[in-house]
T-cell receptor, first 110, second 115 residues
Framework: ELKVEQNPLFLSMQEGKNYTIYCNYSTTSDRLYWYRQDPGKSLESLFVLLSNGAVKQEGRLMASLDTKARLSTLHITAAVHDLSATYFCAVVGQRNQFYFGTGTSLTVIP | NAGVMQNPRHLVRRRGQEARLRCSPMKGHSHVYWYRQLPEEGLKFMVYLQKENIIDESGMPKERFSAEFPKEGPSILRIQQVVRGDSAAYFC?????????????FGPGTRLTVT
C-alpha cells in the first residue's frame, strides 16, 4: 500500500513568517495534490503537480515536486491568519484512488 | 454545474442501527470514490466504483460495510450494525474517467455520529 507522510503534524507560526510543509511518499506516482481543509468542511483543491520539478504558486503558497526523492513541499510565505487550516497532500494510486497524508494543522498567530 | 452532493450532511445513529450515506456525482461523472476521515486524521480510501461495478474495495472493512453505484441514482455507502468506532466524516469524490490526469472532486461529506 502506498504510504504518505507529512511533517510537521502541527505548526504554529507568527504572521509574516515563512515555513515549509513536507510530504514524503513510498512508491512511484505520477500525480500529487495539495488540499486545504477548514474545520468541519470538505477539501479545497490547491495544487496538482504532474511532473518532476513542477512548481506552482498561488498567492502566499508555493508547491513543488521531486519525483526522484518522492518528496513534495508546500512553502508558505509571509503567513497571514487566513491561512490557518489543515493541509493535506495526496498521491494518486494505480486505480486513481487518492492516498492522503496525515495532514498538517497550521495555526497562524497574529 | 452542481458539484458532488452528499446527503445527509449529518447523521446520528445508535449502536446496532444501519447507516446509509448517499453520494450524487457531478454531472457527466461516472466514477465514484468513498473515503473515511476519522477525527484528527487524514482521509483513507475505502472503495472505488463505476456504474454497477465495484472496481477496488481494498480499503473497505471486511464486515458490515458495503457500497453500490446503480445504473440510476446515487452511490450508496451502507454501514450495518454501526459501532462507536464508525463515527467519522465520510467523503465521496467523483471523476469523469480513470487512467487520465483528472482531478477528483470532493463532496461536502457526511458526518456520522454513533451514540
Amino acid at each position: 500500500e502506498l504510504k504518505v507522510e507529512q511533517n510537521p503534524l502541527f505548526l504554529s507560526m507568527q504572521e509574516g513568517k515563512n515555513y515549509t510543509i513536507y510530504c514524503n511518499y513510498s512508491t512511484t506516482s505520477d500525480r500529487l495534490y495539495w488540499y486545504r481543509q477548514d474545520p468541519g468542511k470538505s477539501l479545497e483543491s490547491l495544487f496538482v503537480l504532474l511532473s518532476n520539478g513542477a512548481v506552482k504558486q498561488e498567492g502566499r503558497l508555493m508547491a513543488s515536486l521531486d519525483t526522484k526523492a518522492r518528496l513534495s513541499t508546500l512553502h508558505i510565505t509571509a503567513a497571514v491568519h487566513d491561512l490557518s487550516a489543515t493541509y493535506f497532500c495526496a498521491v494518486v494510486g494505480q486505480r486513481n484512488q487518492f492516498y492522503f497524508g496525515t495532514g498538517t494543522s497550521l495555526t497562524v498567530i497574529p | 454545474n452542481a458539484g458532488v452532493m452528499q446527503n445527509p450532511r449529518h447523521l446520528v445513529r445508535r449502536r446496532g442501527q444501519e447507516a446509509r450515506l448517499r453520494c450524487s456525482p457531478m454531472k457527466g461523472h461516472s466514477h465514484v470514490y468513498w473515503y473515511r476521515q476519522l477525527p484528527e486524521e487524514g482521509l483513507k480510501f475505502m472503495v472505488y466504483l463505476q456504474k454497477e461495478n465495484i472496481i477496488d474495495e481494498s480499503g473497505m472493512p471486511k464486515e458490515r460495510f458495503s457500497a453500490e453505484f446503480p445504473k440510476e441514482g446515487p452511490s450508496i455507502l451502507r454501514i450495518q450494525q454501526v459501532v462507536r468506532g464508525d463515527s467519522a466524516a465520510y467523503f465521496c469524490a467523483s471523476s469523469p474517467r480513470s487512467g487520465r490526469v483528472d482531478e477528483q472532486y470532493f463532496g461536502p461529506g457526511t458526518r456520522l455520529t454513533v451514540t
